[in-house]
Antibody
Framework: EVHLVESGGGLVQPGRSLRLSCAASGFTFDDYAMHWVRRAPGKGLEWVSG????????DYADSVKGRFTISRDNAKNSLYLQMNSLRTEDTAFYYC????????????????WGQGTLVTVSS | SYVLTQPPSVSVAPGKTARITCGGN??????VHWYQQKPGQAPVLVIYFDSDRPSGIPERFSGSNSGNTATLTISRVEAGDEADYFCQVWDSSSGHSGVFGGGTKLTVL
């Protein structure tokens, strides 16, 4: 059974940094692209960033480009999101999600999600 | 960037049929996925590749996609179906980005 567990969320002041982690188990981690998706209070789901199995292809939403960095460590079955220059509008639950295919830039859905970690950006 | 448009809310009586639309330019040429999210829970995939249903999802959930509109249909709606529903596609016009619709709150009357 696929298991994704996020950690690293918390309360942080605007302009500061935070690093999120996602521990994966139950599947061959280095076969799959991994993504971060967030949901702000009162808002909908927003795709944040994605990384291919070998880190060779990385994409970001315009709202976080230049401030967030996605990475992975296949030896540790872990996904990361380094968030710098945080803004109040970055306040959200952040979910780690597995895309359901092994094709580079495939169009499969997110077939597994973690329970999320809450990031609150406030002074 | 690609935009998906959903109605903010849909209301339906128990036992009736709910239809939630997702509009996008020529969305019929894309693969559409649907997620259900209940308060305090992670999203759950309910329909993928327009009309396929993951194991464990009731047959009451179905999907279609043509032209500029994709539709999630929930037949014989139950109280437990009350949730937020999101459509999603992949946009390769600039890199490879996930795109979600704004979400639809399904209320069971």
């Amino acid at each position: 059974e696929v298991h994704l567990v996020e950690s690293g969320g918390g309360l942080v002041q605007p302009g500061r940094s935070l690093r999120l982690s996602c521990a994966a188990s139950g599947f061959t981690f280095d076969d799959y692209a991994m993504h971060w998706v967030r949901r702000a209070p009162g808002k909908g789901l927003e795709w944040v960033s994605g990384i291919s199995w070998n880190s060779g292809n990385i994409d970001y939403a315009d709202s976080v480009k230049g401030r967030f960095t996605i990475s992975r460590d296949n030896a540790k079955n872990s996904l990361y999101l380094q968030m710098n220059s945080l803004r109040t509008e970055d306040t959200a639950f952040y979910y780690c999600a597995k895309r359901g295919d092994t094709i580079l830039r495939g169009v499969a859905p997110f077939d597994s999600w973690g329970q999320g970690t809450l990031v609150t950006v406030s002074s | 960037s690609y935009v998906l448009t959903q109605p903010p809310s849909v209301s339906v009586a128990p036992g009736k049929t709910a239809r939630i639309t997702c509009g996008g330019n020529n969305i019929g040429s894309k693969s559409v996925h649907w997620y259900q999210q209940k308060p305090g829970q992670a999203p759950v995939l309910v329909i993928y590749f327009d009309s396929d249903r993951p194991s464990g999802i009731p047959e009451r959930f179905s999907g279609s996609n043509s032209g500029n509109t994709a539709t999630l249909t929930i037949s014989r709606v139950e109280a437990g179906d009350e949730a937020d529903y999101f459509c999603q596609v992949w946009d390769s016009s600039s890199g490879h980005s996930g795109v979600f619709g704004g979400g639809t709150k399904l209320t069971v009357l």
